[in-house]
């Protein structure tokens, strides 16, 4: 291992040493008539515990995704989203996919890939998604799946098309009071997206308004009485700042005086208990919710970024006849990004390089992260040292340490571009040991680069009949190391082949081998679109 690696390893074990003071311990699970084992940590006295573990012994799935530390915990009816270091916990319905926001008094903790959650608080909110009723004993760290379904409050769910619990239907009693007035008392309530304000009334109130204007919510009530004393409850909470009750032409106003940080507001008549309810929405929280959405326009498959593998001072491979791997490289991905243009419509397509010049291998992998890629199409014709070699074929290659001499070798000669750059000093050799850094940040795109090039080659064997298929490989190349999405490299064919090269330089097979990936690309964006509208 060399000095530089000892370094880095080094670095690591100090900062996975910051990240865990503290020995990760397990917590016992009943669960199904056995016994499992949870991983947790305790930290200032609360007990966090995994929640991608926890998922798996309910019976659910998970999805991670790294760039936003977040955890979805996917079951039945709902899924779960938890996010590293944040107090927010959303529950989605998968009957309409509405959201449901909750904040736990405590922020998760995001440690080994993975959201810990504080069970003490966050016990509820899993039973909700999960439908399994769960016991925490905190003193004997054991916690107790009972084969019950979650009996306690759900959200609302909108005209479910599955069998969905929806939540309980409470029966008010008649209201009784015993004063004289038709509006007699207020509450209010902080909640995790705002404040709820409930003036507590006798029988329905038919004429009320409110608005807000120069930073008061005034609301304006006639027809009925209201209690004199209906503030002597009143508290300060983070939007209200006061309140005063005043008379109108007859009438009653109520006017709050509000802080800064409300975004907009609403008042309702609560049909079954005759309240008059009015919500101030925090500013804070109606941003969240916009990102919401953002957030998932944000995973739309709606770049492709091509890259036609050398070019310029780099001529690539050079053929039997004398066939340049470059321009057939560029020919192929022009035609390719043609082919998308035309018919896949919301899809943007992003050239490393669309003419005969250089790009340093490190720039490429920038140009498709800077346009936010969803995949990285690296095309390429491999050669051997002898020409007229009998060797052929067609090879995909993911981005892993090469498991063989020939595709190490393979490897080798593509990452020689380096030598050409201005400053090759500035990669790292790709040895085993330095690979597992590599391979870590990539770890989460490897399932989608992975059902790529499984479609990838089925398609070949059955579109392109001219090459025969090698099959899936792998191998340690630069190229695809800056490329932060699911990307893989593709071989089309042996130039060192007369056959492959005669091929390969064929109009024919250029818009055959194009049309191929194509219909790959079309094939896996609809699998990608059913993962992320899944999770």
Known sequence: MTRTIRIVFAILVFQTALVFPQRMLKITVAVKGGTDYLS?????????????????????THFYNSDAAKVEMKFDNYRLKLTGRNQFVILISRADNSHTIY?????TLLLRNDVFIPVKYAVKYIQMASGSEIIFDDDAKH??????????????????DRDIPAPPVVKRPPVHVDSKFDIYGMTIEEKTNGTLIRLKAQKPVHRFTSSI????????????????????????TELIKSVELKDVKGNKQIEFKLNEGYSTHESIQDNES????????????????????????????????????????????VGVTGVKEKDVNLKIALEL?????????GVKVV???????????????????????????????????KKGSSTRGF?????????????????????????????????????????????????????????FSDILNKNWINQVKYIPSRGIKQAGFYVLVGASMPGVLIEAGFLSNRKDEKYLNSSKGQKEIAATIFNTIKEYKTYYDKQIDSE
Not at 216 to 229: E, H, N, P, Q
Not at 304 to 310: E, F, L, Q, S, T
Not at 424 to 441: R, W
């Open 351 to 385: 050239y490393t390089r669309s003419t005969d010049k250089f790009v340093e291998l490190y720039k490429r992998g920038k140009i498709a992260n800077e346009n936010n890629g969803k995949l990285f199409v690296s095309i390429h014709c491999n050669s051997l040292a």
């Open 337 to 345: 990004g043609k082919l998308i243009n035309q018919k896949l419509p």
């Open 40 to 60: 947790y940590l305790s930290r200032n006295g609360m007990t966090y515990v995994s929640s991608i573990e926890l998922s798996k012994m309910l019976g659910g």
């Open 395 to 451: 090879e995909v290659y993911l981005l892993r340490p090469g498991r063989t001499q020939k595709a190490i070798a393979i490897a080798e000669f593509e990452n020689s571009v380096i030598d050409l750059e201005d400053n090759p000093n500035k990669y790292q050799k790709l040895t085993d040991e330095n690979f597992i850094l590599v391979s870590m940040a990539h770890s989460s795109y490897m399932r989608y680069s992975e059902r």
């Open 213 to 236: 204007v120069a930073g008061k919510l005034r609301l304006f009530i006639s027809g009925v009485t209201v209690a004199d004393d209906i503030l002597k409850n009143f508290h300060k």
């Open 143 to 160: 916690i107790t799946v009972t084969g019950k379904s979650y009996a306690g409050e759900l959200p609302s769910v909108k005209a479910p």
């Open 103 to 107: 904040q736990l008094p405590i922020s």
């Open 274 to 317: 005759n309240d008059i309810i009015i919500t101030i929405h925090s500013k804070m929280f109606s941003e969240f919710e916009k990102n919401l959405d953002k957030e998932k326009e944000e995973w739309n498959f709606d770049v492709v970024v091509i890259d036609a593998g050398h070019g310029g001072k780099d001529g690539g491979a």
